[in-house]
């Protein structure tokens, strides 16, 4: 129903800032809730950062909140994730996710309730 496309990834040096987007097909985007994921080599697939189908609701990972910022524009079918003060750690692919909401004020931090996912995005901090 839904494909979504990542962007945004790259090589920066720890301390420095990407922002990686997420757009999304269909005429339907504001009903879904998004989120973002991570996956390093050798490690599970970690929760990073979610928001709400209407975007007043956000909800992050303890290991990065106060580091990130997710955000959504309705009107262009996609979603963002600021990331500053990078650090090695943070090195992984990063994925972004939708989930078809019935609320628009849920947040969807459970990887298995996202049906639709995109290819990823690579960011690699070197420090």
């Known amino acids: 129903q839904v494909q979504l496309v990542e962007s945004g990834g790259g090589l920066v040096q720890a301390g420095g800032s990407l922002r990686l987007s997420c757009a999304a097909s269909?005429?339907?985007?504001?009903?879904?809730?998004m989120g973002w994921f991570r996956q390093a080599p050798g490690k599970e697939r970690e929760f990073v950062a979610g928001?709400?189908?209407?975007?007043?609701?956000?909800y992050y990972a303890d290991s990065l909140k106060g580091r990130i910022t997710i955000s959504r524009d309705n009107a262009k079918n996609t979603v963002y994730l600021q990331m500053n003060s990078l650090k090695p750690e943070d090195t992984a692919s990063y994925y972004c996710?939708?989930?078809?909401?019935?609320?628009?004020?849920?947040?969807?931090?459970?990887?298995?309730?996202?049906?639709?996912w995109g290819q990823g995005t690579q960011v690699t901090v070197s420090s």
């Open positions: 996710a939708a989930a078809r909401s019935p609320s628009s004020t849920i947040v969807v931090v459970v990887a298995r309730s996202y049906a639709h």
């Open positions: 269909g005429r339907t985007f504001s009903d879904y809730a």
């Open positions: 928001i709400s189908a209407s975007g007043t609701n956000t």
